[in-house]
């Protein structure tokens, strides 16, 4: 699929088609996408012109990012983050080598388009999704809503999805590729050399799944999900946290949360697997959870063996400073800058609960290297982003490994590992 560029606006047409002749744009190249990530987040204009509709999809990010793959040049492609990680953000958690700490999380690529684009900013992972067992639209339009003073952003997307079949078809022709590739430098690797990465060849591959808006069966649509997409997935999670699809949030429930923990991991377990084993399974919980709702939750995590949980999705709470913004009166959940504090405290809480048991992710309002520090001091292994990156464009992970690097080395912390929990241990 190519980008139309005659979707366009007239100035943005003329840019994207200098940025894609040019062979040396490469500076043009990164702001040209963050102007398009920027509009991702707001129904208004860019550079003056209005743009209805979605003007951003992964295969649009994929096209701009891997601009060297589309026009076969090797000077294209140099942009990409191919500096090695430092030793030091290396870390093995969920049965798998992640070069660095910092993922992507779900929501920005849904539909699995920009795997390799993405990873190739320098991400340790990237998760696509939610993925919806049938494909819908979503939430009427206008949705996604940007308050650019506070770094914050108001989506109600409502599970926008293409379905587990065109996602399950895209990850099989990229599984594909990567292992034609593999197979063809495989004599050019040493034997003794540690390979971070998973499905999604150098980077680890989190698939999403989400339930469909008109389902009954919430377990049945999980279920579908896990027997379409988890031989792509490096690790699963079940989204039972999102604001934006009624009822879903039931799912936190005590009864509710095991049955439905005990339906998804039985239908994972009961598929043939390799010696790799099935792939691990998390699940995303809220941040306005009540203290008796995350002992619950807690509990049976540990009880069931859960693999992990993301800590957390956006909140339906607003701030003070919300009163002053008419948009955030808005329907749906809030992310960035003002969800750091309050997903960090959950996660914290989680870490106390669970006794560093169980692998958490941190997502929320991660912005800098000291932002992830943080998550990772209250007991996150690995960190997420997603509004963050929106703001601050590619340029924000090659230096938010770097700030994390600095904080480690401030504090001796000779790995990620040594620094987790470690305000709480």
């Avoid at 606006?9 to 062979?23: V, Y």
């Avoid at 203290?291 to 069931?304: M, N, T, Y």
């Avoid at 996660?347 to 006794?355: A, D, H, Q, S, V």
Wanted: contains cysteine; charged residues 25%; proline residues 5%.
């Amino acid at each position: 699929m190519a980008l139309d560029i005659a979707l366009l606006p007239r100035r943005l047409q003329k840019l994207l088609q200098k940025s894609l002749t040019s062979q040396k744009s490469i500076a043009f190249r990164l702001c040209f996408i963050g102007f398009l990530i920027f509009d991702e987040f707001v129904n208004v204009d860019i550079l003056g012109d209005r743009v209805e509709g979605r003007l951003l999809t992964g295969t649009t990010i994929g096209l701009v990012i891997a601009g060297g793959a589309y026009v076969s040049t090797v000077d294209e492609a140099t942009f990409w983050e191919k500096r090695p990680d430092p030793s030091v953000l290396g870390l093995e958690v969920l049965g798998r080598k992640f070069s660095n700490p910092i993922g992507l999380a779900a929501g920005f690529d849904k539909n699995a388009e920009a795997v390799d684009s993405l990873l190739g900013l320098g991400f340790g992972f990237v998760e696509v999704g939610s993925v919806t067992p049938v494909p819908q639209e979503g939430n009427p339009k206008p949705r996604i809503f940007r308050l650019r003073q506070e770094g914050a952003i108001i989506n109600h997307c409502g599970f926008n999805s293409e379905g587990i079949v065109a996602v399950a078809k895209r990850l099989g022709a990229q599984h594909g590729k990567r292992k034609l590739d593999e197979t063809s430098s495989a004599s050019s690797t040493s034997n003794n050399k540690v390979i971070h990465g998973g499905k999604a060849g150098p980077g680890i591959l989190g698939v999403n799944l989400g339930k469909n808006k008109t389902s009954e069966d919430a377990a049945a649509d999980y279920v579908q999900g896990v027997h379409t997409l988890s031989q792509y997935s490096d690790y699963l999670v079940i989204n039972a946290s999102s604001p934006n699809t009624r009822g879903l949030r039931m799912l936190q429930g005590r009864k509710q949360f095991k049955d439905l923990v005990k339906k998804v991991q039985a239908a994972r377990d009961e598929m043939q697997w390799g010696e790799e084993g099935p792939p691990p399974l998390l699940v995303k919980i809220a941040p306005d959870l009540s203290k008796e709702d995350l002992e619950d939750i807690a509990a049976v995590s540990l009880a069931l063996r859960l693999d992990g949980l993301i800590i957390s999705n956006t909140t339906i709470s607003r701030p003070d400073f919300a009163k002053k913004y008419p948009v955030a009166e808005e329907t749906g959940g809030l992310s960035g800058k003002p969800l750091l504090n309050l997903s960090t405290n959950i996660l914290k809480e989680m870490y106390i609960l669970t006794r560093g048991k169980i692998p958490l992710i941190g997502c929320g309002g991660v912005f800098s290297g000291e932002d992830a520090y943080k998550k990772i001091r209250a007991g996150a292994t690995l960190v997420q982003l997603y509004t963050g990156f929106a703001y601050g464009g590619p340029a924000l992970i090659p230096r938010i490994k770097a700030e994390l690097v600095e904080c480690l080395e401030r504090d001796g912390f000779k790995s990620i590992l040594e620094a987790v929990g470690a305000d709480y241990r």
